[in-house]
């Protein structure tokens, strides 16, 4: 069965990274792209970007471009999200998501992983 | 960006009610239209692709449906583990944007 389970919690500092790692098993991993969506406390779902994990090609939100970066490990069928400059405001759960599309072109997501909070405070 | 609009953003009902949910969309995106559950502590769900496609193991009493600019999400008879927040989701282009979110509570 498709499962993607995600690394732990983190607690980080104003300024600090945070890397994510989204475990991929169950399908063809370089069948599919991956996304990341992140929920804020009580707030609705908000996408970061895509990457496939065929070719490496990346997509992006604007607001994160610059700050974020999205890999994928196909050895291991692992999907990671690096965000930098952390504030509070990145305080969320992060989600990656399998792109049921494959090539991006109808992003669409079947499978999530189970969810990693990120805390960012002083 | 195209733009989700869901509404309304919470509605209360009881078992056995009839659900219609709405999502607008800020420019037509055909078909291209997903809808998910979650509930607390949770991931969300796909219910409803391509606007009125349900996913494999999803109840039949979901239905989507709508096209261009203008969807919808009924639940034809609302079930106890039916209560949860609904989001739509333009599955057109990048960026993928998803609307507000309904939740739907107990009456």
């Known amino acids: 069965q498709v499962q993607l389970v995600q690394s732990g919690a983190e607690v980080k500092k104003p300024g600090a990274s945070v890397k994510v790692s989204c475990k991929a098993s169950?399908?063809?991993?370089?069948?599919?792209?991956i996304s990341w969506v992140r929920q804020a406390p009580g707030q609705g779902l908000e996408w970061m970007g895509w990457?496939?994990?065929?070719?490496?090609?990346?997509n992006y939100a604007q607001k994160l471009q610059g700050r974020v970066t999205m890999t994928t490990d196909t050895s291991t069928s692992t999907a990671y999200m690096e965000l930098r400059s952390l504030r509070s405001d990145d305080t969320a759960v992060y989600y990656c998501a399998r792109d049921r599309s494959g090539s991006g072109s109808r992003p669409l997501f079947d499978y999530w992983g189970q969810g990693t909070l990120v805390t960012v405070s002083s | 960006d195209i733009q989700m609009t869901q509404s309304p953003s919470s509605v209360s009902a009881s078992v056995g009610d009839r659900v219609t949910i709405t999502c607008r969309a800020s420019q037509g995106i055909s078909s291209w239209l997903a809808w998910y559950q979650q509930k607390p502590g949770k991931a969300p769900k796909l219910l409803i692709y391509?606007?009125?496609s349900l996913q494999s193991g999803v109840p039949s009493r979901f239905s989507g449906s709508g096209s261009g600019t203008d969807f919808t999400l009924t639940i034809s008879s609302l079930q106890p583990e039916d209560f949860a927040t609904y989001y739509c989701?333009?599955?057109?282009?990048?960026?993928?944007?998803f609307g507000g979110g309904t939740k739907v509570e107990i009456k």
């Open positions: 169950g399908y063809t991993f370089t069948s599919y792209g």
């Open positions: 989701q333009q599955a057109n282009s990048f960026p993928v944007t």
């Open positions: 391509a606007a009125s």
């Open positions: 990457i496939s994990a065929y070719n490496g090609n990346t």
